[in-house]
């Protein structure tokens, strides 16, 4: 499906509309990253919550270990590999080695996330307790091979650390790579293809075996984007820390008094813009495929409604779910002054905290009542994985609600 002459204009129209800001808007239009970016206001982000005491430390696994460094894209991408990298693991029968999220500096995943949950669907360990208690004796300096995804053919080398965010990345966790193995191996795991997840096992675990190959780093994510469909459930294993939960319940209760909200995503930033204006009439173009089938297309509503079908189709959804409040995440453009003025006359109360930490907006809309969001965008993919997880009803701008 092309572009039709009408979608070609309105895309014309949101490129210029980006310098247009209305008042209510200025004040999120402040120098700050993308909403899928973090900042590092969290107490101190690289202290990892619950330190392992001696009688839990970890025995040395003979299966082996999988290690990546999730450093392509923002953090709702960084989640998606994380899930595909669980789904090869657990094909491999390999333990993970949880890193740290990558944003302005390491982030270890238990600042944000329990580690249990996880060990329900596969063997994991934090990177920091791998480090600490495992490297030392197993996987010293001077003995750590990289390994890389590369035609048997080529002349690129493998340099695992070459470039920015993987440099940085790995000088933060004092790790240096003494030598380098290239593969030619499929990677990208369904766990609900039993029969692929099996092929692949055969094939990693007689060209690497665990006792010749105990730690395959690799050097990108071993799993694609957007995800397979069939790992999308592994989400639900993902779940925040009570730390971390209980700030957003507190500002949960101090909005919304135990009421009915709905909560919306929308991104409005101009690199936003861009990406639609690039994906319009293509398939399976970044997180779309979480609502459109194979051979279906990214559409204009779907990706960067118009102000207009937002009000309108925020509006349809308070009244058939009695919400008393809308929530609004975005990454620029909050038409928060639209919006009220829609709400008033229904009595609905319109709010955006616009937070410093983005996992914040996660959390809101993950509780909401109802939640529409952006089908193109990995930061809506997590909150709809999130909500499918715990049975909560969820619908995309271009749907109904």
């Not at 002459?5 to 008042?23: G, N, P």
């Not at 700050?32 to 430390?57: F, K, V, W, Y």
């Given at each position: 499906?092309?572009?039709?002459?009408?979608?070609?204009?309105?895309?014309?129209?949101?490129?210029?509309?980006?310098?247009?800001?209305?008042?209510?808007?200025?004040?999120v239009?402040?120098?700050?990253?993308?909403?899928?970016?973090?900042?590092?206001?969290?107490?101190?982000p690289?202290?990892?919550?619950?330190?392992?005491?001696?009688?839990?430390?970890?025995?040395?696994?003979?299966?082996?270990?999988?290690?990546?460094?999730?450093?392509?894209?923002?953090?709702?991408?960084?989640?998606?590999y994380?899930?595909?990298?669980?789904?090869?693991?657990?094909?491999?029968?390999?333990?993970?080695?949880?890193?740290?999220?990558?944003?302005?500096?390491?982030?270890?995943?238990?600042?944000?996330?329990?580690?249990?949950?996880?060990?329900?669907?596969?063997?994991?360990?934090?990177?920091?307790?791998?480090?600490?208690?495992?490297?030392?004796?197993?996987?010293?300096?001077?003995?750590?091979?990289?390994?890389c995804?590369?035609?048997?053919t080529?002349n690129?080398?493998?340099?695992?650390?070459?470039?920015?965010?993987?440099?940085p990345?790995?000088?933060?966790?004092?790790?240096?790579?003494?030598?380098?193995?290239?593969?030619?191996?499929?990677?990208?795991?369904?766990?609900?293809?039993?029969?692929?997840?099996?092929?692949?096992?055969?094939?990693?675990?007689?060209?690497?075996?665990?006792?010749?190959?105990?730690?395959?780093?690799?050097?990108?994510?071993?799993?694609?984007?957007?995800?397979?469909a069939?790992?999308?459930?592994?989400?639900?294993?993902?779940?925040?820390?009570e730390?971390t939960?209980?700030?957003?319940?507190?500002?949960?209760i101090r909005?919304?008094h135990?009421?009915?909200?709905?909560?919306?995503?929308?991104?409005?930033?101009?690199?936003?813009?861009?990406?639609?204006?690039m994906?319009?009439?293509?398939?399976?173009a970044?997180?779309?495929?979480?609502?459109?089938s194979?051979?279906?297309?990214?559409?204009?509503?779907?990706?960067?409604?118009?102000?207009?079908?937002?009000?309108?189709?925020t509006?349809?959804?308070?009244?058939?779910?009695?919400?008393?409040?809308?929530y609004?995440a975005?990454?620029?453009?909050?038409?928060?002054?639209?919006?009220?003025e829609?709400m008033?006359?229904?009595?609905?109360?319109?709010?955006h905290?616009?937070?410093?930490?983005?996992?914040?907006?996660?959390?809101?809309?993950?509780?909401?009542?109802?939640?529409i969001?952006?089908?193109?965008?990995?930061?809506?993919?997590?909150?709809?994985?999130?909500?499918?997880?715990?049975?909560?009803?969820?619908?995309?701008?271009?749907?109904?609600?």
């Amino acid at each position: 499906m092309g572009i039709t002459a009408h979608e070609m204009c309105h895309v014309t129209i949101i490129m210029s509309c980006i310098v247009t800001i209305t008042l209510s808007d200025v004040h999120v239009m402040q120098d700050r990253n993308s909403q899928d970016n973090e900042s590092d206001e969290h107490g101190d982000p690289t202290r990892a919550i619950g330190a392992m005491t001696t009688a839990d430390r970890p025995e040395w696994d003979t299966n082996g270990y999988t290690m990546f460094c999730p450093c392509m894209g923002n953090f709702g991408n960084q989640v998606e590999y994380l899930i595909g990298t669980l789904a090869f693991a657990k094909a491999l029968d390999r333990t993970l080695v949880l890193p740290p999220f990558r944003v302005k500096k390491n982030v270890p995943f238990s600042t944000w996330f329990r580690v249990e949950p996880l060990r329900e669907f596969h063997r994991v360990i934090t990177m920091e307790d791998f480090l600490e208690y495992l490297s030392p004796d197993r996987w010293p300096d001077g003995q750590r091979v990289g390994y890389c995804s590369q035609a048997p053919t080529t002349n690129e080398t493998c340099d695992m650390k070459k470039g920015n965010p993987l440099g940085p990345f790995w000088n933060e966790l004092n790790i240096d790579f003494d030598d380098h193995v290239r593969y030619n191996l499929f990677t990208y795991v369904d766990v609900t293809d039993e029969s692929r997840a099996g092929a692949i096992r055969k094939a990693w675990n007689e060209t690497f075996p665990p006792t010749d190959h105990p730690v395959i780093v690799h050097r990108f994510p071993p799993a694609p984007y957007p995800m397979k469909a069939g790992n999308r459930f592994i989400q639900g294993y993902i779940q925040w820390n009570e730390e971390t939960l209980s700030r957003a319940q507190d500002e949960i209760i101090r909005l919304f008094h135990g009421e009915k909200y709905v909560g919306i995503h929308l991104r409005t930033g101009p690199d936003w813009v861009s990406s639609c204006s690039m994906t319009l009439g293509l398939p399976n173009a970044m997180a779309s495929p979480q609502c459109l089938s194979p051979g279906q297309m990214v559409f204009l509503e779907m990706c960067y409604p118009p102000v207009e079908y937002i009000l309108n189709h925020t509006r349809s959804a308070v009244l058939k779910h009695s919400a008393r409040h809308v929530y609004i995440a975005t990454d620029r453009l909050s038409y928060f002054k639209e919006l009220s003025e829609v709400m008033s006359p229904i009595d609905v109360e319109v709010h955006h905290l616009d937070p410093h930490l983005p996992q914040m907006d996660l959390m809101i809309l993950g509780q909401a009542d109802f939640f529409i969001g952006n089908c193109v965008s990995s930061f809506t993919s997590f909150v709809k994985r999130e909500r499918d997880a715990t049975g909560k009803p969820s619908t995309f701008w271009g749907f109904p609600v």
